[in-house]
């Protein structure tokens, strides 16, 4: 098991999304697996609720494809009752492996809600996505059900820094604990930086009794290229270092719009 640091917990920004929902199950196996807290956070718009306070806002129903007003009231509404639903399942989730939670409702911009909310030990995990309107509450799942979330590799970059070898063991972790395959990232310059770098994982790897993943070699590890990376990988789920190029603008809209799965911001 990765040693977990102390106070930590496993924070999770969350909406009522698909890949929201595959998060929240992929957190709560990790919280399992470190035996920390899972601690659920759920952002209203600010940006939205002043949309819904102009008076020519309208909605355009996804099916009908019929226009309508909706004002600020509608808008405040309709937040309450997905905030409502995303505490609904966090709290069956953390009840599903006994987990210890807490929830919260901020109001503001999500980098800046959750990053503020966030201490150095706790593990941050993304998936919600940018707002495009309102969804539909859906069902939530029936005990027996396949979880979203639950097939496909964990993908995680290493490039031999303390901090990712920190997220490599957290990686090693959690693909053990959903019995999915470990696959990794390796920005290299060149091709021998790269088998070094390769070899170095393995061999850590190799002392937690994991098995040896699979290895690609990427250019830079910029954000665009993990996202194209983790697509083409069909990643279950990617775990990064959580530096400074994803807390805020151009980085971490690309987390949350690029990237299809939920992802760990690490280290």
């Known amino acids: 098991m990765p ?14 999304s698909p890949r929201s929902r595959a998060a929240l199950e992929m957190a709560a196996t990790l919280a399992a697996e470190l035996d920390v807290e899972l601690a659920g956070l759920f952002v209203e718009d600010v940006d939205l609720l002043r949309l819904g306070g102009l008076p020519f806002t309208r909605e355009v129903g996804f099916l009908s494809c019929v226009s309508r007003p909706i004002g600020l009231e509608e808008v405040e509404q309709a937040l309450r009752r997905e905030g409502e639903e995303v505490r609904r399942l966090l709290a069956e989730a953390a009840a599903r492996q006994s987990l210890r939670w807490s929830y919260r409702v901020a109001r503001g911009r999500i980098a800046t809600e959750l990053f503020a909310l966030a201490g150095e030990p706790d593990l941050i995990v ?38 990712a070898r920190r997220a490599l063991e957290l990686a090693g972790g959690l693909a053990r604990a959903s019995c999915a395959e470990l696959r990794l990232l390796v920005p290299a310059a060149t091709d021998e930086a ?8 393995k061999t850590l790897l190799a002392r937690a009794k994991a098995a040896a993943p699979a290895c690609r070699r990427i250019v830079s590890g910029d954000i665009a ?30 987390l949350l719009n690029e990237i299809d799965c939920p992802v760990v911001l690490a280290g």
């Open 3 to 16: 040693e977990k640091p102390s106070s930590a917990r496993i924070l999770l920004a969350l909406d009522i």
């Open 126 to 163: 993304l998936g919600k996505r940018a707002r495009l309107g309102f969804r539909p509450l859906a069902p939530s799942l029936a005990a027996g059900e396949c979880r979203p979330g639950a097939a496909g590799p964990v993908v995680a970059v290493f490039d031999g820094t303390p901090e």
């Open 194 to 201: 790269f088998f070094r770098l390769a070899a170095e994982a």
């Open 225 to 254: 290229e993990l996202a194209r990376a983790a697509r083409e990988a069909d990643a279950g789920v990617l775990v990064i270092v959580g530096d400074g190029r994803f807390r805020g603008g151009e980085g971490f809209a690309t």
